[in-house]
């Protein structure tokens, strides 16, 4: 008898029984962030920078999705960091200060066990998971990526230019601008141990390439789990350090060593990626937790067209350098429509086929149908926190400022009322003013904040609580 099979059943059965098992590892992806600290808008070639030279990111863009809307959930580490791998803003967990803006190494919290990280819902999901590189989300056991979904990992819990060993080399800025691994007691840490103290920096975004490099080629020697890979470079927050394979290479000076090793480390990724045939079966995404820290000049990077950098919420201070790369799941182009770091939780649940809990509010939706070129950003509006103050709000291609504060350290906040407007469509230096000319957008951006800070009630600041000494 003859056997009316769907569509559907037809095809799979005609792929045989390794085409079947490619179709299936298709429908959950492997999912990849490469996430650098205080990169700038303006610090790759893709996008706009003269002199750094960036080729395999640049061949990412253009075999991916580059994107010129895309935004850090906070201007700063510890706050931004939380936002990424939780889809929530830090003002609803706790995860943001005035007082103190990060974690430092005498903090005595970190990210709340109640938060449902991205890398718990994956391994519910049925996904390896692992991180390497920079975590700032709490060091102490119970705050460490093994304690928030992550099976391993393997980098430093903090920030490179924290635990400064007193009386060892110029005090402040000086010793920054001409740094030595021993200046830092950080440490560089394996699961809850340490490894060593004072880990020689220059060879930081090596190390993790190579941890990340390893664990690709160990998921590909154990087919049929897709695998979730966090690599968050130290680099190039301050102190910088390149390898000697680049230390002197670029034009760019120090600063363009540094990223052109990221970039050499992303073509590693990605080459080992293609040569265990997971391209097709694979998301990667790269972007950064949030512009550049101007202060240090030559040694920190640029925002490009955009306003200011790190610490503020001008577009400079959040407005990222954001790809998305995946030749089976990302239909390549440029995308100007808006995105956030707050959406990759929903996203990256999207494609793996899982639901967001429903037991919490989300500042995120899936980019999922944009990413396959068959739909649209959910995001309309961005909320721009510093610390716990809301100081902006963009709607659509307005964004209007109740404060600011230029750059991380320096000049007082600056409370503006009326509020400043801008057009970031005709306007994304954030020059002109348009509040007089539009006050119909300023009203609903004005009711919109009110809705939006009248909807919860924040909860205390994990960020200010001190080990006893």
């Known amino acids: 008898m003859k056997r009316n099979f769907s569509p559907a059943v037809r095809w799979f059965l005609s792929l045989g029984i390794l085409g079947l098992t490619q179709a299936l590892s298709l429908a959950k992806p492997n999912l990849v962030i490469i996430f650098c600290?205080?990169?700038?808008?303006?610090?790759l070639s893709s996008f706009g920078h003269p002199t750094i030279h960036t080729p395999h990111l640049d061949r990412m863009a253009a075999e991916g999705q580059k994107w010129t809307n895309f935004y850090a959930a906070a201007s700063v580490c510890t706050p931004s960091r939380a936002g990424l791998l939780t889809g929530r803003l830090p003002i609803r967990n706790g995860m943001c200060s005035d007082k103190r803006r990060v974690l430092f190494p005498d903090s005595a919290s970190g990210l709340p066990a109640s938060e449902i990280t991205v890398a718990e819902a994956l391994r519910e999901a049925g996904y390896a998971t692992a991180a390497v590189g920079k975590w700032h989300l709490g060091h102490l056991p119970e705050f460490l990526p093994t304690a928030n979904g992550f099976d391993s990992y393997y980098g430093i819990p903090y920030s490179n230019d924290m635990d400064r060993v007193p009386n060892k080399g110029p005090k402040g800025r000086a010793g920054l601008m001409k740094p030595e691994s021993a200046y830092w007691n950080v440490p560089l840490m394996r699961d809850t141990e340490i490894?060593?103290?004072?880990?020689?920096?220059?060879?930081?975004?090596?190390?993790?390439?190579?941890?990340?490099?390893?664990?690709?080629?160990?998921?590909?020697?154990?087919?049929?789990?897709?695998?979730?890979?966090?690599?968050?470079?130290s680099m190039p927050h301050v102190p910088i350090f390149a390898s000697g394979a680049f230390s002197g290479r670029s034009q760019a000076g120090r600063y363009g060593d540094v990223?052109?090793?990221?970039?050499?480390?992303?073509?590693?990724?990605?080459?080992?990626?293609?040569?265990?045939?997971?391209?097709?079966?694979?998301?990667?995404?790269?972007?950064?937790d949030n512009g550049p820290w101007l202060p240090f000049k030559t040694h920190g990077g640029s925002a490009g067209h955009l306003r200011d950098g790190k610490g503020s919420t001008w577009e400079g201070g959040m407005r990222?350098?954001?790809?998305?790369?995946?030749?089976?799941?990302?239909?390549?182009?440029?995308?100007?429509?808006m995105g956030s770091t707050l959406d990759?939780?929903?996203?990256?649940?999207?494609?793996?086929?899982?639901?967001?809990?429903?037991?919490?509010?989300?500042?995120?939706?899936?980019?999922?149908?944009?990413?396959?070129g068959k739909g649209h950003s959910p995001r309309q509006e961005?909320?721009?926190?510093?610390?716990?103050?809301?100081?902006?709000?963009?709607?659509?291609?307005?964004?209007?400022?109740?404060?600011?504060?230029?750059?991380?350290?320096?000049?007082k906040p600056r409370r503006h009322d009326p509020p400043l407007l801008f057009h970031l469509g005709e306007d994304p230096a954030e020059k002109f003013d348009v509040a007089a000319d539009q006050p119909e957008v300023l009203a609903a951006i004005r009711a919109l904040a009110e809705r939006h800070q009248r909807s919860f009630d924040p909860p205390r600041s994990q960020l200010e609580a001190r080990i006893a000494k």
């Open 320 to 337: 990222e350098p954001t790809i998305f790369w995946g030749p089976g799941y990302v239909e390549p182009g440029i995308i100007h429509e």
């Open 37 to 43: 600290d205080d990169l700038g808008y303006g610090d």
């Open 344 to 372: 990759v939780f929903a996203t990256f649940l999207d494609l793996a086929q899982q639901t967001v809990p429903s037991d919490r509010v989300y500042d995120g939706g899936s980019l999922a149908p944009v990413l396959s």
């Open 382 to 411: 961005m909320f721009f926190y510093h610390g716990e103050q809301l100081h902006a709000v963009r709607l659509g291609e307005y964004k209007l400022h109740f404060t600011t504060k230029t750059e991380y350290v320096g000049q």
């Open 195 to 233: 490894l060593e103290r004072s880990p020689n920096q220059s060879y930081l975004t090596r190390n993790y390439t190579r941890e990340a490099v390893a664990y690709i080629e160990e998921q590909a020697e154990t087919p049929g789990r897709p695998f979730f890979l966090y690599l968050a470079h």
């Open 259 to 288: 990223i052109e090793e990221i970039d050499w480390s992303v073509r590693q990724v990605l080459k080992t990626l293609r040569d265990h045939q997971l391209d097709r079966d694979t998301v990667v995404l790269f972007t950064s």
